[in-house]
Structures are given as C-alpha cells and as structure tokens.
C-alpha cells in the first residue's frame, strides 16, 4: 500500500534552519525560523512560566484527562484575555487545541462541517501553512490582496475591491494583528470598513491572532479582533499561546465560536467538543494550565505582563535601529516602513533572487519571500544586516 504514497515538498523555513546550522560562517544572521529569540539567540522560558511550573509540580495531584473541550478555566481565561468584554461570555463556545495550528484546522473543519461548499478567502501573502492545510483539506482558496510590494504598507483599496467578490457561503481569513508575513496591520478604521463589507455579504470573519502583546500592547492588539466579535453575527478566532507565553512545544491555543446567542454557543460547543474527539480526543493541558495559572494569578500574571512589554519594546527598538542604519547607509528613507510594522516579521519586498544572494554572500538567512525575523536581531548584527540589504542592492 504504502508504495502508493507520494514524495511531499519539504517544508522550507525548516530547510532554511538545516541549511543555517550548516554553514560555518561566524557571523551568519538565522531571520527564518518564526521563533522569539533575545538578544543572545536563546528562546527564554518566561519567568511566570517557570514560577507557575513550580507551582504546579507542588500542587498538581493527577494526570487524568481534562474534559473534550480542555480545562473550563482555560478558555474563560483566553477568552477574557482577548475578548475582554466585547461580547457576553455566554456566547462564547472554547475548545482547547493543540497550538494555534490546531485551532486553526480545527476551526476549517468546523466551516467544512457548517457548509461543505465555503470558500476561504485568504490575505495574499498570508502564513504559508493555512494554504497547505486548506489544500490538505480540499477546501477552495480565494486570494484576495493586502500587501503593496511598493510601499510595503497594507493594500486596503485592493484588499476591499477583492473582498467585494465574497458571499454568504464565504469566509474571510484574517490576522488578528502583527500580520505573518509582512508585519503591516489594519488600523482600527480599516478594521471597521472591513467588518460593515463583512456585514452587508453575510461572510463568516476567521481571525488567527497568534501575537497578541507584540505588537503595540494587549489591548491595542486584541482591538480589531473585539470590534469584529461584537459588530458581526458570527465569528471564529483561533488563539495561540505560543509567542506571547513563550511555550512553543507545550502546544496551547484555543478555538472560539462566538454566537448570536447562547443558543448557539450551545450547538457550537457540542461541535467543537466532538470535533476535538474524533482528531485527538482530549487536547494537551500543562500549556494550558500553566497560562491559566498566569492569567489567573496578580502577582504571576504583573511579571508576565511586563516580561512580554520588554520583549515588545525590544523588537521596536530594533525596528527603529533597522531603519536609521539603512537611512544612514542608504541616503534613503524608504525602508522607513520597518519601524512602522509591528510584530515578529517584516517582508522586505525583495526578490528570491536578492534573498538567494542575501544567504550566499553575506550569510543572512531568510524565507524566499523577503520575510525576516526581526527577533532573530541584535544590536550587534543589526548594522551586519543593514550593511547586507544596501549592498544586494534591496
């Protein structure tokens, strides 16, 4: 049987990593893989983290199963943390999931389950595994578009004249901040026009937030994603804990369903509690417990707060120091787009060409879309890579 099988492409952000760690130049730069990484290169365990690990390996009595959906208190505290009051909570159907992938497929096959003819509208570019899972999962793609390779600012014009094109059988994907891959975001107007199109179609909004606090605060990051909970009908968003909690391979995000009423917070709750059980019955826990003991805690959840707003300050900072290099090294001010991105990454505009000789002359790795890691930086190899960018000519 298995002879049936075909090769599959290999991913290439982890080719990209083979290829780093292979290449003996001392002073290489990694901005490929989506990894937070401080100032020495380290992905740190935050110290919330480790404090509520101790905790919990005091307290913690059995390993039995959580319920289908995870532990309640979970999802009541993800809820407040990126709902707040935008909604009541009693339309809010929660399903823990393994990462903010899994809420993400999760959340396809809800759709498929809901109407088997939807469609997903997809930001061009958006993060390269929502279209392989989509077409794992034989759900039709449209693009629409959002980022202007010129300006290296959002596409609103053509994002909206793309948007024109959905139905009611439709449904719009998008990021709830700190775009992955290019780091331009909706401003809260934009946001606004977005939802009243979203309104007159009758399309279901999917928001993926997996960077909330990294980009201009937890507030300010979870605005859009309220605005679109509140003013429309339905809507799913797909949360990870990933970046903001530091604790990648524990694997913790969340599915919510928000309802029109508590009605149908109950059918989507049922749903998601089965959908959970015939993919992997009951999802992870210890992420999950640990960031409900964090939000839960004043004292825990103060030291998360501002260990997450010094990594965000930091990524700022290097923003800044990215584009006053390049403007100094360039007599240009047209990178001045990085400082005004937010998040993790940035898309250069550059071509996979310039990328290719970007890794080949100057040891700068990142992904063939010109999108790079401003976290993989340091004060230090900033004006290495400002130096890289103005002599491959970007």
Same mark, same amino acid.
């Given at each position: 049987?298995?002879?049936?099988?075909?090769?599959?492409?290999? *991913?290439?952000?982890?080719?990209?990593?083979?290829?780093?760690?292979?290449?003996?130049?001392?002073?290489?730069? *990694?901005?490929?893989? #989506?990894?937070?990484?401080?100032?020495?290169?380290?992905?740190?365990?935050?110290?919330?983290?480790?404090?509520?690990?101790?905790?919990?390996?005091?307290?913690?009595?059995?390993?039995?199963?959580?319920?289908?959906?995870?532990?309640?208190?979970?999802?009541?505290?993800?809820?407040?943390?990126?709902?707040?009051?935008?909604?009541?909570?009693?339309? &809010?159907?929660?399903?823990?999931?393994?990462?903010?992938?899994?809420?993400?497929?999760?959340?396809?096959?809800? &759709?498929?389950?809901?109407?088997?003819? %939807?469609?997903?509208?997809?930001?061009?570019?958006?993060?390269?595994?929502?279209?392989?899972?989509?077409?794992?999962?034989?759900?039709?793609?449209?693009?629409?578009?959002?980022?202007?390779?010129?300006?290296?600012?959002?596409?609103? *014009?053509?994002?909206?004249?793309?948007?024109?094109?959905?139905? #009611?059988?439709?449904?719009?994907?998008?990021?709830?901040?700190?775009?992955?891959?290019? #780091?331009?975001?909706?401003?809260?107007?934009?946001?606004?026009?977005?939802?009243?199109?979203?309104? *007159?179609?009758?399309?279901?909004?999917?928001?993926?937030?997996?960077?909330?606090?990294?980009?201009?605060?937890?507030?300010?990051?979870?605005?859009?994603?309220?605005?679109?909970?509140?003013?429309?009908?339905?809507?799913?968003?797909?949360?990870?804990?990933?970046?903001?909690?530091?604790?990648?391979?524990?694997?913790?995000?969340?599915?919510?369903? &928000? %309802?029109?009423?508590?009605?149908?917070?109950?059918?989507?709750?049922?749903?998601?509690?089965?959908?959970?059980?015939?993919?992997?019955?009951?999802?992870?826990?210890?992420?999950?417990?640990?960031?409900?003991?964090?939000?839960?805690?004043?004292?825990?959840?103060?030291?998360?707060?501002?260990?997450?707003?010094?990594?965000?300050?930091?990524?700022? %900072?290097?923003?800044?120091?990215?584009?006053?290099?390049?403007?100094?090294?360039?007599?240009?001010?047209?990178?001045?787009?990085?400082?005004?991105?937010?998040?993790?990454?940035?898309?250069?505009?550059?071509?996979?060409?310039?990328?290719?000789?970007?890794?080949?002359?100057?040891?700068?790795?990142?992904?063939?879309?010109?999108?790079?890691?401003?976290?993989?930086?340091?004060?230090?190899?900033?004006?290495?890579?400002?130096?890289?960018?103005?002599?491959?000519?970007?």
């Amino acid at each position: 049987m298995f002879e049936h099988l075909k090769e599959q492409p290999a *991913d290439k952000i982890l080719a990209l990593m083979e290829a780093f760690k292979a290449d003996p130049r001392d002073n290489k730069i *990694d901005l490929g893989v #989506g990894v937070y990484k401080d100032a020495d290169g380290n992905t740190p365990i935050m110290a919330a983290i480790k404090q509520a690990e101790k905790q919990l390996w005091e307290a913690e009595t059995t390993k039995s199963y959580t319920g289908l959906a995870g532990d309640p208190g979970f999802a009541d505290a993800m809820v407040s943390l990126i709902l707040g009051e935008a909604v009541p909570r009693d339309t &809010v159907a929660a399903a823990a999931t393994p990462g903010g992938t899994g809420a993400v497929r999760q959340a396809f096959d809800l &759709v498929r389950m809901a109407n088997p003819k %939807a469609r997903i509208f997809v930001s061009d570019p958006t993060w390269p595994n929502h279209l392989s899972i989509l077409k794992h999962m034989g759900i039709e793609t449209v693009a629409y578009r959002y980022f202007d390779n010129e300006t290296r600012a959002v596409d609103f *014009d053509g994002m909206m004249a793309d948007l024109a094109q959905v139905t #009611g059988d439709d449904v719009v994907l998008l990021h709830g901040c700190c775009h992955n891959p290019t #780091g331009a975001n909706l401003n809260l107007s934009q946001w606004r026009e977005v939802v009243a199109l979203l309104n *007159d179609k009758g399309a279901l909004p999917m928001i993926d937030i997996a960077y909330q606090g990294f980009g201009d605060g937890l507030e300010e990051d979870a605005a859009g994603v309220r605005l679109v909970a509140s003013e429309t009908p339905e809507c799913l968003i797909a949360a990870s804990c990933s970046k903001n909690f530091g604790i990648y391979r524990e694997r913790t995000g969340l599915l919510m369903a &928000v %309802a029109r009423d508590a009605d149908g917070r109950k059918l989507n709750q049922g749903t998601l509690n089965y959908l959970n059980r015939q993919n992997y019955s009951f999802p992870p826990d210890h992420g999950a417990r640990l960031v409900t003991m964090v939000l839960s805690d004043a004292e825990l959840r103060a030291s998360w707060q501002a260990e997450l707003e010094e990594m965000r300050t930091g990524m700022l %900072a290097l923003r800044e120091q990215l584009a006053t290099e390049l403007q100094r090294l360039s007599g240009s001010d047209r990178f001045g787009f990085l400082a005004q991105h937010r998040g993790m990454f940035s898309r250069l505009g550059a071509t996979p060409e310039q990328v290719a000789r970007m890794r080949e002359d100057h040891g700068v790795y990142m992904v063939g879309d010109s999108r790079l890691n401003i976290a993989g930086l340091n004060r230090n190899s900033v004006p290495i890579l400002a130096e890289a960018i103005v002599k491959t000519g970007i």
